[in-house]
């Protein structure tokens, strides 16, 4: 656990990694000499343990993809044949390139899917939390009122003082338990397979998010099979390295099916054709034509091109579309608290006029 720990890079740091490397290679340095700069440079104690180990299997004359691949967890089946690739064709500068170049998207892609959903999260933690801070310390300072007066108060005001009571007594145990419960769902999600498929087949079917969930993946799906396709790598190997690369699990099942049905001889259209909530229409069709122009692999970076560009303007727009749905969660909640609080005040202060 701990050596993988000092062993794993993120993905900006593997950008880094694959430029750096780009540039020197392409400058004419030789490769081991390449490496051990990078290393003597190098302030990133993962990428020092890495290049490390990188430069011992080198020198012992290692291809730089056979000795990655031990750090297959890392930097992932579709940046080693990438770079496989490149040393036996002898483009490995090339290679090295689009590999850094396609890292680098999927680093901002994946930065914009994030960024979207920080605002929803923060707004609505933070309306929980001042709505838990006024339940818990500021409404029981005005609760003896209402005792002493002996009024009777309205189904929300008696609603909110249990809920009060019980986040007083209890509140620190629902704390803990918000958080255990929030561990063992992330644990789940990561360790139990048919849990993990599950939310993420219900995510993909939430409205705006799931839309935003398919783009990515849409996009990152014909990324990384268009060019491995066009680094000529057999049609069936270019499908299972892509499952392989795809982290939603849902997707992976299904172009690990994909792969299975090519090696069977259907092609790849008529397949995506028979899962048009994953695939939408115009991907079977654009691959369609692809196949018979022999273009496949140009036409998968055209359609990732596309829903890259879908992504961005989806994340750009995301705040807009649920503001609403926001705006009315917050209303509720907080005109909950104010009517229970207020109803009473003004019930008495009727009572007391003559």
Known sequence: ????????????????????????????????????????????????????KVVEDVSNGQYLSASLSRYNNTFGEFAINIIKVGEEGGILDKNLEYLAEELKKRHELK??????????????????????????????????????????LPPTTRLLIAMSNFLVHYGIFVIFGVIAAGILLILAY????????????????????GHLALSYQMANFCRTFGLLLNCNLGIVTAANITANSTTNLVYKRE???????????????????????????????????????????????????????EVNDLTKN??????????????????FVAVSVITPIYELTQNLHP
């Open 1 to 52: 656990m701990f050596k993988n720990l000092f062993t794993k890079l993120s993905l900006k740091d593997q950008v880094l990694f694959t430029k750096r490397l780009a540039f020197l290679i392409r400058a004419d340095v030789p490769i081991l000499e390449s490496l051990k700069m990078m290393q003597r440079q190098t302030r990133s104690r993962a990428r020092a343990k890495i290049l490390d």
């Open 318 to 335: 995301l705040s807009s579309a649920i503001e609403p749905v926001l705006l009315v969660f917050m209303g509720v909640i907080v005109g």
């Open 190 to 209: 990561k360790k139990i397979k048919p849990f993990n498929y599950a939310v993420s087949r219900i995510f993909l079917a939430v409205p705006i998010f």
């Open 111 to 152: 930065k914009k899917v994030i960024g979207a959903m920080i605002y929803p999260i923060f707004i609505t933690v933070a309306t929980l939390g001042i709505t838990g801070i006024i339940t818990t310390y500021v409404f029981p300072k005005i609760m003896p009122i209402f005792n002493s007066l002996g009024a009777n």
């Open 255 to 309: 172009i690990y099916k994909l792969a299975e049905e090519i090696s069977k001889g259907r092609k790849i259209s008529q397949h995506l054709d028979t899962s048009p909530t994953l695939f939408p229409e115009m991907v079977p069709q654009l691959v369609a034509i692809g196949e018979t122009t022999g273009n496949l692999g140009k036409t998968l970076l055209y359609l990732s091109d596309h829903y890259e560009a």
